[in-house]
């Protein structure tokens, strides 16, 4: 009986390949739930969503604004965008009538919503004219409840409303006014006075109605962007605030009001805290040049390059998913998405020349999720390391280099293997586009390098990024697609679209840090795990990392990390792990998470290009990217992997660790040398790639020694031998 894997294809003569050309990379996906508006609507959402990222450059770049205003337009007005273009339910393929009841029960609800928010203009000319307390009655009775109310059943609506794409929906208006006069009572109305009354018995009770309103808002923008997961998790932490007094053991807490708890879930210690703090500043900025470079079609550019570089090689198209999704990474800050813009190319192309369509799958999602951990942008889970441990990006930033190399070069090893096994062939000449042409549009990369040289010749993060931005228009003009005023206009158009997604995630992430700081719940957790070490530092460890893995599943990047490095990571600290090895552990394994059964978002969304099973390619993903499963425990044992050392022990570290996954990748696929590898030797191969990984000199040297035994015992038994058990 052979190892091969049954699912793969065996090398057969292959059909032509026509050339491939990489076009449309840069286009973004079109949701299913996303309006398609036409003619005057579609100009004036474009004009609202060009005025949305003017505005973050202008505020960033020329005149600051306060920084708890500017938190509260840059969430409020992506919940406006969102409420425009997003619809509480798919479209049907056919259209269907509209419900005319929704529609007339949405008019009733107007009324309280428009009445709530003219009630802040009145609470604001009061608070002008001198006035230091708001009447109760007024906050409560011509404010709160119509507000609440108005929300919650616009948000029912909205799950059962029907009609045309190109059309606006009514409920969806009532939840615009809501979160308009939910911002603007903490934008107007709630001011600096009355914030030093957050948290006690003299907070005004108006912070709460519109605490409760711009929360479910929130929420309800995130279930409609990324689905119920992160929902769930939210409300379940929302729960746990007015249920923790009975729940038993460590989880027990003395509780708190709903007043008390949410005047203060609506400040910078939840919503409005780290995770907004981020995406108002750093995220919104990188999105804007993201988009940007794919209005100048670097995208297509990053593929074609990868094609031309990698797609000679044996099982070439999957080595193509490796360096196009690295190199994409640094410009898509989800793993999801970089399954779609690239692996829309690669994934037929890998089943063409032999992969299954698991395997297929599998590749892309793994190469896709590696690209979160890429510098120099990472995602946006980065700049929320950056604003949480206080450590300078660009040390985050030289501190992923390694890690990042260990991953991709894990998932090489793997598809080269597999590719080796199954007999697959490379892409021929003719099927590739010109390397030599291709050279002479590297000037494209040139954005990217301005972004690094400007971080680290000591530019501030917003300069860099606002720098490589503006070269990115600059550069374009020396390529056939030059951005003009309208294509700039396109590019700021796109961006504010991308961004409502992770902003509106970092403001749910929000209330989930919010109610662990407030309950204390994270100290609580932190003792648990304290008590786990006292038996077993690993054990502690591997409990870390599951918690980080759970909290992940189904959710994006940012809010996963964001939320375990509340939860998981000030324990960690407290075991005597050093912060940056501590966040960096939690970020991996919120990385991992999309590809990490039986909830993994990119192995979701490759499996719906590639045609196979979700659960199977989620299983084979998982496989592909084992070694970032391991690479977070190397940094606990081995700083220099951080590049926490010197020179001669970073240069060490990086090379053991590179055949340490070599040998990692040949017990994963049975396959080592040219020849298959029976179970003894995947042992021997696993044992050798641990010793490897650990880190220290003896282990390096142990580890050394068993693999001069393997070579010599692969040397024996001969190439391409079948593996009998």
């Known amino acids: ?49 060009i005025a949305y990222s003017t505005f973050h450059l202008y505020t960033l770049n020329i005149a600051p604004l306060e920084t708890w205003s500017f938190r509260i337009i840059h969430v409020c007005g992506a919940l406006v965008l969102g409420y425009i273009l997003f619809s509480g339910a798919r479209f049907p393929e056919a259209d269907q009538p509209p419900r005319r009841w929704i529609n ?18 009145f609470m604001y000319r009061m608070v002008a004219g001198g006035a230091l307390r708001i009447p109760e009655a007024m906050e409560t009775w011509h404010y709160g409840w119509p507000l609440l109310f108005a929300t919650g059943l616009a948000i029912i609506l909205g799950w059962f409303h029907r009609g045309r794409r190109n059309a606006f929906s009514l409920p969806d208006l009532v939840l615009i006014v809501c979160s308009i006069a939910a911002a603007s009572y903490l934008l107007v109305v709630y001011n600096s006075m009355m914030r030093m009354s957050t948290g006690t018995p003299f907070a005004p009770v108006g912070i709460s109605f519109a605490a409760i309103a711009g929360t479910a808002v929130i929420m309800e923008m995130t279930r409609r962007l990324t689905g119920l997961a992160l929902v769930i998790i939210a409300l379940m932490f929302l729960v746990y605030v007015f249920a923790g007094p009975y729940l038993p053991g460590f989880l027990g807490y003395p509780g708190l009001s709903v007043e008390r708890f949410f005047s203060q879930v609506y400040t910078d210690a939840g919503v409005l805290g780290p995770t907004t703090a981020v995406s108002s500043t750093y995220i919104i900025l990188f999105i804007i040049f993201a988009a940007f470079l794919q209005a100048s079609k670097v995208g297509d550019f990053f593929v074609n390059f990868a094609f031309a570089v990698a797609g000679r090689s044996r099982g070439g198209p999957a080595k193509v998913a490796i360096f196009a999704s690295g190199l994409m990474g640094m410009i898509n800050g989800t793993s999801a998405g970089n399954v779609v813009s690239t692996g829309s190319l690669t994934i037929p192309l890998m089943k063409k020349v032999g992969y299954s369509k698991r395997s297929a799958g599998a590749v892309e999602a793994a190469a896709s999720t590696g690209g979160q951990i890429m510098p120099p942008i990472m995602g946006a889970g980065a700049f929320i390391m950056a604003e949480i441990t206080g450590i300078p990006y660009t040390e985050i930033a030289i501190a992923a280099v390694i890690p990042a190399i260990l991953y991709f070069v894990s998932v090489y090893f793997m598809v080269d293997f597999e590719a080796a096994r199954t007999g697959m062939r490379g892409m021929r000449n003719d099927e590739l586009p010109s390397l030599k042409r291709l050279a002479k549009q590297c000037y494209l990369f040139v954005p990217i390098i301005i972004l690094v040289v400007a971080l680290f010749v000591g530019y501030s993060v917003i300069r860099a990024g606002t720098l490589a931005t503006v070269s990115a228009a600059v550069v374009s003009w020396l390529s056939p697609h030059k951005m003009g005023i309208r294509s700039i206009l396109n590019a700021l158009n796109l961006a504010s679209v991308m961004s409502i997604q992770i902003i509106t995630v970092c403001a749910c992430a929000g209330v989930i840090v919010g109610v662990i700081s407030l309950t204390g719940v994270g100290a609580r957790f932190s003792s648990l795990l304290l008590g786990v070490a006292e038996h077993s530092q690993l054990l502690a460890l591997i409990f870390a990392m599951l918690i980080s893995i759970l909290l992940g599943m189904g959710m994006p990047t940012t809010a996963a990390y964001a939320v375990a490095a509340s939860v998981v990571a000030p324990g960690l600290v407290q075991l005597g ?85 070599y040998m990692l990748s040949g017990a994963v696929q049975g396959w080592f040398l040219n020849a298959g590898a029976p179970a003894f030797m995947r042992l021997l191969l696993m044992v050798a790639a641990l010793l490897m990984i650990a880190g220290g000199l003896m282990t390096d040297l142990a580890g050394i020694a068993l693999a001069v035994v393997i070579v010599f015992l692969q040397k024996q038994r001969g190439a391409g031998k079948p593996v009998t058990e």
Do not use: C, K
């Open 577 to 661: 792990i050093d912060p940056l090895t501590a966040h960096f552990f939690v970020f991996y394994f919120a990385v991992v998470s999309a590809i990490t059964p039986p909830v993994a978002l990119a192995s979701y969304a490759a499996a719906g290009i590639s045609g196979a099973n979700a659960m199977e390619t989620s299983v084979a993903s998982f496989r592909i990217g084992l070694a970032a499963f391991i690479v977070p425990f190397m940094f606990f044992y081995n700083g220099a992997l951080l590049m926490n050392a010197g020179v001669f022990d970073i240069a060490r570290a990086l090379i053991t660790a590179v055949f340490g996954v």
């Open 104 to 121: 007339w029960a949405a008019l009733i609800l107007l009324v309280p919503a428009v009445y709530a928010l003219v009630q802040t203009g």
């Open 1 to 49: 009986m052979t190892t091969t894997d049954q699912d793969s294809t065996p090398a057969t003569p292959l059909p032509t390949i026509e050339a491939v050309l990489a076009e449309g990379v840069d286009e973004e996906p079109v949701e299913p739930n996303r309006r398609l508006f036409e003619g005057w609507l579609l100009r004036a959402v474009s004009v609202l969503a």
